[in-house]
T-cell receptor, first 113, second 113 residues
Framework: QKEVEQNSGPLSVPEGAIASLNCTYSDRVSQSFFWYRQYSGKSPELIMSIYSNGDKEDGRFTAQLNKASQYVSLLIRDSQPSDSATYLCAPLYSGAGSYQLTFGKGTKLSVIP | NAGVTQTPKFQVLKTGQSMTLQCAQDMNHNSMYWYRQDPGMGLRLIYYSASEGTTDKGEVPNGYNVSRLNKREFSLRLESAAPSQTSVYFC????????????FGPGTRLTVT
């Protein structure tokens, strides 16, 4: 059973602060990791992908990966009310010739003006 | 460039009725996926098609069938709908097995009474 664990939240941060979203996964074989943002009533939107250990920055978003600890995180700097959404962590699991994303249940982020 | 489109957006069925959810993508992607999303359960893979002409079961395939009609279109059929199939259904696509970033359609909200 492949597990993806995220704190369900809600995580509340004031506008302008750094929001830190965390995810742990059970499968050591995973090589690729994705963060999706999902607004209420909308579909998931890909915001970050990370494939190697360390940090990857894209604008206000930084993804951090530590494969030894089976841990991936997403930092959102200068948080805005428009960042209020649920964030889904999705490691890619591979096996028997197939490649499948397994999604965590998501962390709900609320940015308070 | 519409990305991934799904029809219908909303549907109400009675138990035992059948219906087909349609999905199309215009990104020339090879792989397509069907997910369902339920409160507290996260996104779960129903079926996927790694390439035109192939389909495979995901985590929760029971009660569903799929057809990869051509490279653009991937449909999901409920032969005899049950209340347990009340959910939001998302279609997604990715360039290939070697490119795992998946892009989602807007979803279909299905209620089975």
């Amino acid at each position: 059973q492949k597990e993806v664990e995220q704190n369900s939240g809600p995580l509340s941060v004031p506008e302008g602060a750094i929001a830190s979203l965390n995810c742990t996964y059970s499968d050591r074989v995973s090589q690729s990791f994705f963060w999706y943002r999902q607004y209420s009533g909308k579909s998931p939107e890909l915001i970050m992908s990370i494939y190697s250990n360390g940090d990857k920055e894209d604008g206000r978003f930084t993804a951090q990966l530590n494969k030894a600890s089976q841990y991936v995180s997403l930092l959102i700097r200068d948080s805005q009310p428009s960042d209020s959404a649920t964030y889904l962590c999705a490691p890619l699991y591979s096996g028997a010739g197939s490649y499948q994303l397994t999604f965590g249940k998501g962390t709900k982020l609320s940015v308070i003006p | 460039n519409a990305g991934v489109t799904q029809t219908p957006k909303f549907q109400v069925l009675k138990t035992g009725q059948s219906m087909t959810l349609q999905c199309a993508q215009d990104m020339n992607h090879n792989s397509m996926y069907w997910y369902r999303q339920d409160p507290g359960m996260g996104l779960r893979l129903i079926y996927y098609s790694a390439s035109e002409g192939t389909t495979d079961k995901g985590e929760v395939p029971n009660g569903y069938n799929v057809s990869r009609l051509n490279k653009r279109e991937f449909s999901l059929r409920l032969e005899s709908a049950a209340p347990s199939q009340t959910s939001v259904y998302f279609c997604a696509s990715s360039e290939a097995r070697g490119a795992y970033e998946q892009y989602f359609g807007p979803g279909t909200r299905l209620t089975v009474t």
